[in-house]
T-cell receptor, first 114, second 112 residues
Framework: EAEVAQSPRYKITEKSQAVAFWCDPISGHATLYWYRQILGQGPELLVQFQDESVVDDSQLPKDRFSAERLKGVDSTLKIQPAELGDSAMYLC????????????FGPGTRLTVL | QQQVKQSPQSLIVQKGGISIINCAYENTAFDYFPWYQQFPGKGPALLIAIRPDVSEKKEGRFTISFNKSAKQFSLHIMDSQPGDSATYFCAASKGATNKLIFGTGTLLAVQP
């Protein structure tokens, strides 16, 4: 069964350091999402790609976060510099293009900022 | 207006009982209402979803009830099993955006 792959699964870093997360969506899924899930809360969308284009990054803290999907397949989310409040689960999801298609989530990257 | 309010925060149910989780929304432009199930250390997985043109959708032991006039929808888990113990999230999205707005989650524990 096709799955969304994410790496690393866990990341511990010190504040002010740079971190990067990688996501490989299900093959053929044109839409890719990055969510942040703080412990005890629901996921919050950070950025949404349609192929290689950003369609929504309204909740992305652009002073420190960046995301790219250069060839419209896999994607990288970067944080520089990391802050204590960035500690969370970072989830990647993908879906077929179109309206209200099921979003398939990866296992996430658990980030701890010390 | 973008919020989806979910209750209860946690729920304990005996095996074989009915689990009920409720959500409410304000934005009448929402037109897709999925429920996701999340186990510890895993990403959320779609459980069941409904659109506002129907009042109920059933898949196996899982049923969504939708009240458009009250702007509320709920998940019913019949014959709850210990394997159903997980966190459940309701969500909503509108139109072509596919942007899911999630509730705060309900931690369900089904006791054997």
């Amino acid at each position: 069964e096709a799955e969304v792959a994410q790496s690393p699964r866990y990341k511990i870093t010190e504040k002010s350091q740079a971190v990067a997360f990688w996501c490989d969506p299900i093959s053929g899924h044109a839409t890719l999402y990055w969510y942040r899930q703080i412990l005890g809360q629901g996921p919050e969308l950070l950025v949404q790609f349609q192929d290689e284009s950003v369609v929504d990054d309204s909740q992305l803290p652009k002073d420190r976060f960046s995301a790219e999907r250069l060839k419209g397949v896999d994607s990288t989310l970067k944080i520089q510099p990391a802050e204590l409040g960035d500690s969370a689960m970072y989830l990647c999801a993908s879906s077929l293009a179109g309206t209200n298609n099921e979003q398939f989530f990866g296992p996430g990257t658990r980030l701890t900022v010390l | 207006q973008q919020q989806v309010k979910q209750s209860p925060q946690s729920l304990i149910v005996q095996k074989g009982g009915i689990s009920i989780i409720n959500c409410a929304y304000e934005n009448t432009a929402f037109d897709y209402f999925p429920w996701y199930q999340q186990f510890p250390g895993k990403g959320p997985a779609l459980l069941i979803a409904i659109r506002p043109d129907v009042s109920e959708k059933k898949e196996g032991r899982f049923t969504i009830s939708f009240n458009k006039s009250a702007k509320q929808f709920s998940l019913h888990i019949m014959d709850s099993q210990p394997g159903d113990s997980a966190t459940y999230f309701c969500a909503a999205s509108k139109g072509a955006t596919n942007k899911l707005i999630f509730g705060t989650g309900t931690l369900l524990a089904v006791q054997p």
